[in-house]
């Protein structure tokens, strides 16, 4: 079992930074593939980034493209999320989650992929 636990959401304004932290207990967090999902009100979760258990492979949505970063530090067990130049409609409840991979650079896109989940972090950016 992972367990995972997201931190450093809140309230910014449109154009501010946040930086998301998934912390992992419980399995060595290196032999899993790592992505964060966001789900506002009204809508579907959806895949916003990926990054792969060596940390070599990352993969976005198109519309944060450039403005997000995905990272992880495997030696700490946690993983990150960089967040710049935010917008309205990042508007968001963001969750980290992951998946065994056998491969150190397999990306994995599907939410449906994934085993473990956090419990997920508020994002609002106000206009």
């Known amino acids: 079992q992972v367990q995972l636990v997201e931190s450093g959401g809140g309230l910014v304004q449109a154009g501010d930074s946040l930086r998301l932290s998934c912390a992992a207990s419980g399995r060595t967090l290196s032999d899993y593939a790592m992505g964060w999902f966001r789900q506002a009100p009204g809508k579907e979760r959806e895949f916003v980034a990926v990054i792969s258990r060596s940390g070599g492979n990352t993969g976005y949505q198109d519309s944060v493209k450039g403005r997000f970063t995905i990272s992880r530090d495997n030696a700490k067990n946690t993983g990150s999320l960089q967040m710049d130049n935010l917008k309205p409609e990042d508007t968001a409840n963001y969750y980290c989650?992951?998946?065994?991979?056998?491969?150190?650079?397999?990306?994995?896109?599907?939410?449906?992929?994934?085993?473990?989940w956090g419990q997920g972090t508020q994002v609002t950016v106000s206009s």
């Open positions: 989650a992951a998946v065994h991979a056998s491969f150190s650079f397999t990306l994995f896109y599907n939410s449906g992929a994934y085993n473990y």
